[in-house]
Every structure is written in C-alpha cells, then in structure tokens.
C-alpha cells in the first residue's frame, strides 16, 4: 500500500478531483461522498469545473443523531459547500439515518468511488476503533476523542452530538474503487499505521490495506 505524498492541499483537491471528473462520466455513477475539513478544497473545485451531476447518485457517509443541530448537521455541510451548486437531482442524494431512503449498499448497490478521510484515532466515517471489519450501516456512540476533535465545530464540546449513523465498514469496502484523504502532519501518524501497520479493527482504517482497488493522498 502506498501513501502518494502531493506537494501542497490544492494539488490534493485537484489530484481527487481529476478522479471525481472521470468517475462522472461512466453511466449513472455512484459515489460515497464524506464531510469533515479535508474535502472541502475538493468540493470547492469540483464547482469551479462546472460538472454534469445529473445523473449520479450520492451517499454520504455518515451523519448526527440530533434533530437541535442545524447548521452543523452533514446534511447542512453537503448542501453548502456542494450539492446546492450543483445540478444533482435531490431524490439521488442519500444520508445515513434517511432510513427510509437509505438503501443498503451491502446488497448490489455497486459504488463506483467512495471518498474517504481519516480521523486521529484512525476512524473511517464514524466506525470506530473496535468496529467489525464486517460492520453495516448503524447507530454508534461517539468515543470521546471524536467529540473533541469534531467540538471545532461547535459553540462548545457540550454542544457536540454524541451519537450518529454510520455506513459500515463492509459497504464501504464493496464500493469498486476508494480514496481516502489526508491532509496535515497531525494525521501522518495515523495514516501510516493504518497503511503499513498490522491490519487490525483496533485501527479501522487498516482493513482499507485489503482493497484491490484504493490510493492514498497525503499532503503536509
Ligand atoms: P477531517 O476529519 O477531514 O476534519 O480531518 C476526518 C475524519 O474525522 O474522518
């Protein structure tokens, strides 16, 4: 598994970019799409290159479990900083707790490219450390140091929802091709470990080693 080191976070964004583009072309593409302050330089240029979402399919990858939060839901984040500049169809979009909607990517759903960043304590979407490699979409609890990495966020760490839906760990490993993201020397580390160290659900991001088709960009 390699880690592919880019110059600076504009070469990141427009590196995934490129892939998003291309992934737009195939029919009726499939993507898994996350939040969090590594995508937002992708985001910001995938609305500057104007493309044609009409016919893709969104699935974001995690989202709180709190009716009070507005402005700090997933949903909020996913609309600002992409999908209201786009022209996606709004029935193709799909949150984790729409469980009405959600479908379940585990059985035939096939992705074309998930997106993925990484947390500190080597988190993908909200599985945690100790998440079964062959987890499905659920509610989970937040572990402490999510709730203080993500109280940047929020007025205050007591405003930080402390559960949330996430997409498992096996329907994100089904997805056809993943790129997972990192951007900063605070998640070298981690994102090392994960890559080279042993495969383990200690650290969920390592069972990504197992996947036939993945990269890895980091930038400092
Ligand atoms: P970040 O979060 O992009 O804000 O660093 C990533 C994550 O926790 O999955």
Redesign the pocket.
């Known amino acids: 598994m390699e880690i592919k080191t880019l110059k600076n976070y504009k070469e990141l964004s427009s590196t995934v970019a490129d892939i998003v583009e291309y992934t737009l072309t195939l029919p009726e593409p499939k993507l898994i799409l996350?939040?969090?302050?590594?995508?937002l330089g992708l985001y910001k240029e995938l609305v500057n290159r104007q493309l044609d979402w009409s016919t893709t399919t969104t699935y974001n990858l995690d989202e709180y479990v709190d009716n009070t939060i507005q402005n700090q839901s997933y949903r909020y984040f996913m609309m600002e900083n992409l999908f209201k500049h786009i022209n996606m169809d709004d029935d193709n979009i799909y949150f984790s707790g729409d469980t009405a909607v959600w479908p379940d990517l585990s059985y035939g759903t096939e992705v074309d490219l998930c997106l993925?960043?990484?947390?500190?304590n080597g988190?993908?979407?909200f599985n945690e450390p100790g998440s079964s490699f062959e987890s499905e979409t659920r509610m989970v609890d937040l572990t402490e140091e999510?709730i203080k990495?993500?109280s940047r966020f929020f007025p205050s760490i007591n405003d930080v929802p402390t559960q949330a839906v996430t997409m498992g760990l096996k329907p994100i490993m089904s997805s056809k091709k993943i790129i997972l993201?990192?951007?900063?020397k605070h998640?070298k580390d981690i994102l090392e470990q994960a890559m080279y160290g042993d495969i383990t659900e200690n650290i969920p991001a390592s069972v990504l080693q197992t996947h036939t088709n993945m990269e890895t960009f980091y930038c400092d």
């Not at 993201?181 to 900063?184: C, H, L």
């Open positions: 996350p939040t969090g302050s590594t995508p993925l960043g990484i947390g500190g988190h993908i979407a999510t990495d993500n993201m990192a951007n900063g998640k």
